[in-house]
């Protein structure tokens, strides 16, 4: 019953910026952490940022000091903004919850993905 939806992406040039948004809902019993991952053509699906329940974050060092993720816990959803992109930056960007929910044989904590949403930088 856990469903991402995210909205945001699209065409910027390089030093632009964007701002991503991803709303968790369903039956959650708690969301643990939140975060961002991305996958350009060709790529592996990396980490771009994460962000706990506590709001303690952690960035990949190639968007240290231009990304910030944030979140609001009342509406369960997460942020990205992300300046000064650069054209390395492209990729389908994915938002991941880290979410608990009651099963019948108790507690079960899974990942959840969202759709993906395309992130294009020109040069």
């Known amino acids: 019953q856990v469903r991402l939806v995210e909205s945001g992406g699209g065409l910027v040039q390089a030093g632009g910026s964007l701002r991503l948004s991803c709303a968790a809902s369903?039956?959650?019993?708690?969301?643990?952490?939140m975060g961002w991952y991305r996958q350009a053509p060709g790529k592996q699906r990396e980490l771009v940022a994460t962000?706990?329940?506590?709001?303690?974050?952690n960035y990949a060092d190639s968007v240290k000091g231009r990304f910030t993720i944030s979140r609001d816990n009342a509406k369960n959803t997460v942020y990205l903004q992300m300046n000064s992109l650069k054209p390395e930056d492209t990729a389908v960007y994915y938002c991941?919850?880290?979410?608990?929910?009651?099963?019948?044989?108790?507690?079960?904590?899974?990942?959840?993905w969202g759709q993906g949403t395309q992130v294009t930088v020109s040069s």
């Open positions: 991941n919850a880290r979410i608990t929910t009651a099963q019948t044989g108790g507690f079960m904590r899974n990942d959840y």
């Open positions: 369903g039956s959650i019993l708690s969301i643990n952490a």
């Open positions: 962000i706990t329940s506590g709001s303690s974050t």
